[in-house]
């Protein structure tokens, strides 16, 4: 037996080609993401309570208050949309970001624009 520089035995076999050279090494498995909770349950629900807490409000006499209530679940529910990822956001995603935050800030501006124009009986002006 002689020996070589590296330390191995002379007579030891190559390894065996079972795989030509040109067949390319199986790519790299990529970890999976950790499952975290979402940071709201679900944002509708939180928005659907607001808009129903205003519509109670309109109910019992106070519809400047109420729609003003309503007005800030739209914006709420546009900061929602703006902060969170679309996996956490939830029913909130319709269309890209740009658009359902723009649609529900102008939805807002609705119903502000309607309760400050709007002259409702009973309220003074």
Do not use: Y
Request: aromatic residues 4%; charged residues 15%; hydrophobic residues 55%.
């Amino acid at each position: 037996m002689s020996d070589v520089p590296d330390g191995s035995p002379a007579d030891a076999a190559p390894a065996p080609a079972s795989q030509p050279a040109s067949t390319p090494a199986p790519a790299a498995v990529v970890p999976r993401r950790r499952w975290r909770p979402p940071i709201i349950g679900e944002p509708l629900v939180v928005v659907l309570a607001t808009v129903g807490v205003g519509l109670w409000l309109v109910w019992v006499h106070h519809p400047r208050k109420g729609l003003g209530t309503i007005a800030l679940a739209l914006l709420v529910a546009g900061l929602l949309r703006f902060v969170l990822p679309p996996r956490d956001a939830g029913l909130l995603v319709v269309r890209s970001r740009l658009m359902d935050v723009a649609l529900l800030v102008l939805m807002a501006g609705a119903v502000v624009a309607l309760a400050l124009v709007q002259n409702f009986p009973g309220h003074g002006r």
